[in-house]
């Protein structure tokens, strides 16, 4: 079992930038892959970035990639995203995903851990 708390999301003006975190407890995080996601209002929830369980392979949608970093520190259990560059359409409630898998092609495969989002709100 894992369990996934988020923390970091606010209103932030077009090009602003917010670090969003992803503490977990359980199972021993650095043991699997971790990835972010994101579902606006009337929108399907979709892939953001992911991250493998050694922070070696990292992997990004087209549409943040460039302006969004992801990361983890197995130390403390927490999984990182910084988001830069921010855009009124990258607001939506950002969930924290575990124990999914990163392909080699870069495929992330979410896993069945999910947080209660946190929200992101980019002013224009």
């Known amino acids: 079992q894992v369990q996934l708390v988020e923390s970091g999301g606010g209103l932030v003006q077009a090009g602003g930038s917010l670090r969003l975190s992803c503490a977990a407890s359980?199972?021993?995080?650095?043991?699997?892959?971790m990835g972010w996601f994101r579902q606006a209002p009337g929108k399907e929830r979709e892939f953001v970035a992911a991250?493998?369980?050694?922070?070696?392979?990292?992997t990004y949608a087209d549409s943040v990639k460039g302006r969004f970093t992801i990361s983890r520190d197995n130390a403390k259990n927490t999984m990182y995203l910084q988001a830069s560059s921010l855009k009124p359409e990258d607001t939506a409630v950002y969930y924290c995903n575990a124990d999914g898998t990163v392909s080699y092609s870069g495929r992330y495969s979410p896993g069945l851990y999910w947080g209660q989002g946190t929200q992101v709100t980019v002013s224009s």
């Open positions: 991250i493998s369980w050694s922070g070696s392979r990292t």
């Open positions: 359980g199972r021993t995080f650095s043991s699997y892959a």
